[in-house]
């Protein structure tokens, strides 16, 4: 069955330290999304990507980076610079960057400090 | 931004309809009405999407006003494992500023 898989499923991080979060899929989407959900809150976009070697940020970009040098990935990195990373971090795909087309979620990866 | 505005919770029987609302009243022409469901811990799932006509499938059906500024969804028969949060959105092309917002949590009362 095609799905996006994140891994891990909980992280923990040291203050200072820099962490990346896994994201993966095989539905041959082109578009890929990070967000992140506080408890009882809503998802806010992180970043996003359209095409391999294109991302472009959203609206909590700040301490948080990404790479897409390959179709099916699209690693996560929460920075030192982040100081506020506890959060559960959702990855979607979707066919494309169009309104017309629905995303599909991975499990999410809870991040917590040590 | 397009926002979308829900109740914080509804309840609902077993077996019986739910229309959760959804209103948006800055929705652009280019906005399409999504909607998705979240269990604890766990990714949202897809429900349904639209633009102007009223949408069916096998999980709910999707009714859009005429001047597309609220949407409803339904849930013809509730069971338990339709208890989720529900949430609201409008995608466009251009993703910058998506927000799930809160969305409404459905209670399913046995």
């Known amino acids: 069955d095609g799905g996006i898989t994140q891994s891990p499923k909980y992280l923990f991080r040291k203050e200072g330290q820099n962490v990346t979060l896994s994201c993966e899929q095989n539905l041959n989407h082109d578009a890929m999304y990070w967000y992140r959900q506080d408890p009882g809150q809503g998802l806010r976009l992180i970043y996003y990507s359209q095409i391999v070697n294109d991302f472009q940020k959203g609206d909590i970009a700040e301490g948080y980076s990404v790479s897409r040098e390959k179709k099916e990935s699209f690693p996560l990195t929460v920075t030192s610079a982040q100081k506020n990373p506890t959060a559960f971090y959702l990855c979607?795909?979707?066919?494309?960057?169009?309104?017309?087309?629905?995303?599909?979620f991975g499990d999410g990866t809870r991040l917590s400090i040590l | 931004d397009a926002k979308t505005t829900q109740p914080n919770s509804m309840e609902s029987n077993e077996e019986e309809p739910v229309h959760l609302p959804c209103n948006h009243s800055?929705?652009?022409?280019?906005?399409?009405i999504h909607w998705y469901r979240q269990l604890p811990s766990q990714g949202p799932e897809y429900v349904i999407h639209?633009?102007?006509s009223n949408v069916n499938n096998r999980m709910a059906s999707l009714a859009i006003a005429e001047d597309r500024k609220s949407s409803t969804l339904i849930l013809h028969r509730a069971t338990l494992r339709d208890a989720a949060v529900y949430y609201c959105?409008?995608?466009?092309?251009?993703?910058?500023?998506?927000?799930f917002g809160i969305g409404t949590k459905l209670q399913v009362i046995p």
């Open positions: 639209g633009l102007t």
């Open positions: 800055t929705i652009s022409g280019t906005d399409y």
């Open positions: 979607a795909s979707s066919l494309g960057l169009t309104g017309n087309q629905p995303q599909h």
């Open positions: 959105i409008l995608f466009s092309g251009g993703y910058q500023k998506v927000t």
